[in-house]
């Protein structure tokens, strides 16, 4: 008798997910744009620039410096070699886009990344984000805390988080603190699991979830922007290093070519 509840509970999870995935894929659009932009001018530097250059430097038979000789084997084996790793990067994206279906593969990758030390730590936010949520909504509805459980588990079947929740589950029926295993796991915040132990001998455990998903995506929208401010810097950095190697290398050969014939 509470599915009106029910299902406007349910949409404000769907509305609370698909605003921090919005938040997320527009805080990732510009780095994207800059990374594009990199590889295009790299490409554009090897590929039409630099093989200007190199005939007059290997026509003037001067000493190649070692730095430069670099730039032209990497600008020849782009255009010897174009065809072949445009085709393989499609496949490599390909088998990608194939292979993220399966379950062993995206556990896999879960894994890696999950090891990294920023992008673990968002990885660790979004999990808690979606248990809080989905263990919320379901306890809001009046489902009993160890079927809430093994509903939510069923979210994270293909995550390390899946097999935590399975024990946090085993724990509760022997009669005992469920939050030991979340605990142990080191995958929830150490002030997420004394809200959770605190919201279960209170009997309030609804109302501690609900709070510690609000706290945790507030967290996690400072944590996007932090990333991404310092991000964004440090790969126009990268790039602006990267061409300005290539054409201080080149222009370092062109200046010894005019010394020479001077």
Known sequence: GTLPVVLERIADA?????????????AMLY???????????????????????????????????P???????????????????????????????????????????NGLLSGLPVVGNLMRLNMNIRFCGGLGTL???????????????DLF?????????QDAYETLRKGQDFTVPLEASGLFQPVAVS??????????????????????????????QRVFAVLEPAIILLVSLFVAAIIVSIIGAVISVNDLVV
């Open 195 to 224: 809200m959770l132990r605190v919201g279960q001998e209170t009997g309030d455990l609804a109302t501690a979830v609900q709070r510690i998903t609000t706290m945790t995506e507030d967290r996690f929208e400072v944590t996007v």
């Open 139 to 153: 306890l809001r509805c009046g489902v009993e805390l160890p079927r809430a459980l093994t509903l939510t588990r």
């Open 67 to 109: 730095e430069t000789a670099f730039i032209i084997a990497l600008s020849d084996g782009l255009l010897a070699n174009g065809t072949h790793l445009a085709v393989a990067l499609s496949g490599l994206i390909l088998a990608l886009v194939l292979f993220s279906r399966t379950p062993a593969f995206r556990r896999a990758i």
């Open 14 to 26: 769907r509305e609370r997910e698909a605003r921090i995935r919005a938040k997320l894929w527009s």
């Open 157 to 165: 079947h293909d995550q390390k988080l899946g097999p935590v929740i």
């Open 31 to 65: 780095p994207a744009f800059l990374v594009a932009t990199a590889m295009i001018a790299v490409f554009v530097m090897l590929g039409l620039v630099v093989p200007n250059f190199k005939t007059l430097i290997l026509n003037a038979r001067v000493d190649v410096p």
